[in-house]
């Protein structure tokens, strides 16, 4: 764990020196004013990410730039033993006068001189946990607690947007869709690019690396060229992969918190986004004055507050809408982009440069046991033995612990979007409830349970069944008569979770369900549970007209160990599915007194080769005279597998 801690922080105070430097320097560059746009915004997103490949590949490596500096090891080396000491330490053992010390020193000195053994230190010279070790880690895990509490409350705002966006709609006619294939073939873009609509939105939105939605406004109140000059802008944010860069951008500023410059570069990453897609929207289009027309438009749209994350969107900065107008309107572009081979051997140049260069923070290793003297042996007799650190109690609640994402701020949030207006926004914050595992909520997501709206009910089950606490039992077990049939799957799924809190009579509603696949899971269920009661209600499954429902009805009642009459049997022998006939081999495998080596011998010709197979091991725990002359029929089959397993099962029964 010690070395852990320190590896980490000599990182962090590397990468903060080296993104120091290098968001320094695209600062300067930036406000030099004789660079075009399509420079400077390489150069930001280079200092962005440079610093972590800069910072690891110089502790990789082991560069040393002058001005580095090392992390002392907080483990100190015993101090050295001199010839002095240890003959101070012999005449004191063998009860010698202070003043004969000076007479044995010499003799002594002799001996380490010519490479005679020393004798060994005392033990209690030895290496100790400084108070240093301790400040590290206190350090380290204030970093890694403050990061992961930013990370989390970004990725719920993300959700939060999901959920925003959720009741999108695909558009599939009218004009958009056709400027949009228009655009895609003039300008060379081969993904298909999915348009879709929102009302919960009053500006355009680049989303992922394919998708454009645009408010409903945008369908009804633009002409077709402010339409065509809004769909070219946002195409020209999914060509850049603007998205992805600010989720990046986004995420380092949190991570990376005691770096204030990534924010200036993650709003400089975004300003300059949106510059370039209006000037690539106005190259394509053959005009820039449609899409300053859609701006002024969409300002008038914006009321509602901003999406709460960094965003591809044509209007999410609004301070830059007027600039942008005006540029547009005057004819200002941003000049021509740099060719692939200057973009690769400038941020090489750059990224080698920092890395030779620029200061660093590297670890050092306690020192080896064997740079000290080892400790001495009163008796002098027996051999020495490395001295093996026992770990300390925090290292052990490291390793035996469970990491704990369940941050209450975060938790909080989610749990009043709960009672959120939006749908999809309930059903957003309840799946993230359950990623999180969080037993606060449990409460919280018993009482959305009854919700009016299906997909929120169906994640709420599976947020229960992610969290995994028994409080939620009797109200997934209410939902196993739910109008919906997803709803019903899902509770079944969750109640999955909870066998050993159920009992047969609360999950056997479900085996009358419409739906065969939730059938199926109730009769696994109820094997899982264990309660013989289910018998009955099992063995009518046999007859049920989905073979995965009579599968999973046959293996239960193979665990619960239930008797089934020949007549079963043999309905199940002859049953059209492969699967349900290999389960009544198992069956029988498991219960021999109710095995019928003809039956079973003529499954060895079944035209399944996995039934073929299973007759084989049926046979093998027969243990009667019949099932070793039909074992050894099946050495002369056709399918080796079957000769294989006969003959290992004759020699597993002598």
Request: a negative charge.
């Amino acid at each position: 764990m010690e070395s852990m801690t320190r590896t980490m922080l000599a990182w962090l105070m590397t990468y903060a020196i080296h993104s120091t430097a290098l968001l320094g320097v695209a600062w300067l560059l930036s406000r030099w004013g004789r660079l075009s746009m399509h420079t400077v915004d390489f150069i930001w997103k280079l200092a962005l990410v440079g610093g972590l490949l800069t910072s690891t590949a110089q502790l990789a490596f082991d560069v040393r730039p002058s001005g580095s500096f090392a992390l002392e090891s907080t483990r100190r080396a015993a101090p050295a033993v001199t010839s002095r000491d240890l003959t101070e330490l012999k005449d004191e053992r063998a009860g010698l006068p202070a003043d004969a010390s000076t007479h044995t020193a010499a003799a002594e000195h002799q001996d380490i001189a010519s490479g005679a053994p020393v004798p060994a230190a005392p033990a209690s010279v030895e290496h100790t946990l400084s108070t240093r070790a301790k400040v590290e880690l206190l350090f380290f895990g204030a970093w890694a607690l403050v990061a992961l509490t930013l990370a989390l409350v970004y990725i719920a705002r993300r959700l939060m947007l999901v959920g925003r966006l959720a009741n999108r709609q695909h558009i599939t006619e009218g004009t958009l869709p056709a400027l949009l294939d228009t655009l895609c073939r003039t300008v060379g873009f081969r993904s298909h690019v999915a348009l879709t609509s929102v009302n919960t939105i009053s500006s355009p939105v680049a989303l992922g690396l394919h998708e454009i939605c645009v408010p409903e406004a945008a369908i009804t109140d633009l002409s077709t060229d402010e339409q065509r000059g809004l769909l070219a802008h946002e195409l020209a944010h999914l060509a850049r992969r603007d998205p992805v860069w600010l989720d990046v951008a986004s995420l380092m500023e949190r991570v990376f918190f005691f770096q204030p410059l990534n924010r200036l570069a993650r709003q400089e990453i975004q300003r300059n986004a949106e510059f370039l897609c209006d000037d690539w929207a106005a190259e394509r289009t053959g005009n820039g004055l449609p899409l300053a027309h859609c701006l002024a438009r969409v300002a008038e749209w914006i009321e509602a507050s901003p999406l709460g994350v960094p965003v591809a969107g044509m209007a999410e900065q609004r301070s830059l809408l007027v600039t942008r107008i005006a540029r547009l309107i005057e004819g200002r572009r941003a000049g021509s982009p740099m060719s692939r081979v200057l973009t690769i051997g400038t941020a090489t140049v750059l990224l080698s440069a920092v890395v030779a260069a620029a200061p660093g923070v590297r670890r050092v290793n306690a020192p080896a046991p064997s740079e000290s003297v080892a400790a001495v042996d009163p008796a002098n007799e027996r051999d020495e033995q490395p001295v093996v650190d026992e770990p300390s109690h925090e290292d052990k609640a490291n390793r035996n612990g469970k990491s704990e994402a369940d941050d209450p701020a975060v938790v909080a949030a989610l749990v009043a979007r709960l009672k959120d207006a939006d749908a999809g926004v309930r059903r957003a914050a309840a799946s993230s409830l359950g990623n999180l595992r969080s037993k606060t909520a449990v409460t919280a997501l018993i009482a959305a349970i009854d919700d009016g709206n299906k997909e929120v009910r169906v994640a709420v089950c599976q947020a229960l069944g992610n969290i995994g606490d028994a409080r939620a039992v009797p109200a997934l077990t209410r939902l196993l008569t739910d109008p919906s049939p997803e709803v019903r799957n899902r509770a079944i799924d969750a109640l999955d979770e909870f066998a050993d809190e159920l009992s047969a009579r609360q999950v056997l509603p479900s085996t009358q369900d419409a739906r065969p696949e939730t059938r199926a899971k109730a009769a696994e269920l109820l094997g899982e549970i264990g309660d013989r009661d289910a018998i009955p209600t099992l063995q009518k499954l046999l007859k049920d007209s989905s073979e995965d429902v009579r599968t999973a009805a046959l293996e239960s009642l193979c665990e619960l160990k239930a008797l089934l009459s020949t007549a079963e049997l043999s309905t199940l022998f002859n049953d059209p599915s492969p699967d349900v006939r290999r389960a009544a081999l198992e069956y029988v495998k498991e219960q021999p007194s109710l095995g019928n080596v003809a039956t079973i011998r003529r499954m060895m010709s079944d035209s399944d080769e996995h039934v073929r197979e299973q007759a084989v091991e049926a046979l093998s725990e027969l243990r009667s005279p019949e099932a070793r002359t039909a074992l050894r029929e099946a050495l002369t089959s056709s399918d080796p597998a079957v000769r294989r397993r006969a003959a290992e099962a004759l020699g597993e029964r002598p």
